[in-house]
């Protein structure tokens, strides 16, 4: 059973920074392209961000130049910069990676909120 733990989330004022850390089993990390999903009540599951096992990101157009997707292969883990946050920003973030099937983790919410 894969499992991918997040961390990172929180409480943070519009204009402010957080980062998001997903740690993922070494023995696949290093192989798969993986993901940063969010979610807002009622809505589905939206890509944020994806990176590919050597490096090539790409960004959904609301978080381009604002968010950071990069990944610690020796570490097994992925990380999401985010700054210049905006309340619409607020979601639940997932980490998934797709290895035979749909792979998430438990989420991690971050609220932007003054």
């Known amino acids: 059973q894969v499992q991918f733990v997040e961390s990172g989330g929180g409480l943070v004022q519009p204009g402010g920074s957080l980062r998001l850390s997903c740690a993922a089993p070494?023995?696949?990390?290093?192989?798969?392209?993986m993901d940063w999903y969010r979610q807002t009540p009622g809505k589905q599951r939206e890509l944020v961000a994806r990176?590919?096992?050597?490096?090539?990101?790409n960004y959904e157009d609301s978080v381009k130049g604002r968010f950071t997707i990069s990944r610690d292969n020796a570490k097994s883990t992925v990380h999401l910069q985010m700054n210049s946050l905006k309340p619409e920003d607020t979601a639940v973030y997932y980490c998934?990676?797709?290895?035979?099937?749909?792979?998430w983790g438990e989420g991690t919410l971050v609220t932007v909120s003054s």
């Open positions: 998934h990676s797709y290895i035979n099937r749909d792979l």
């Open positions: 070494r023995s696949i990390f290093t192989f798969y392209v």
């Open positions: 990176i590919t096992p050597n490096g090539i990101t």
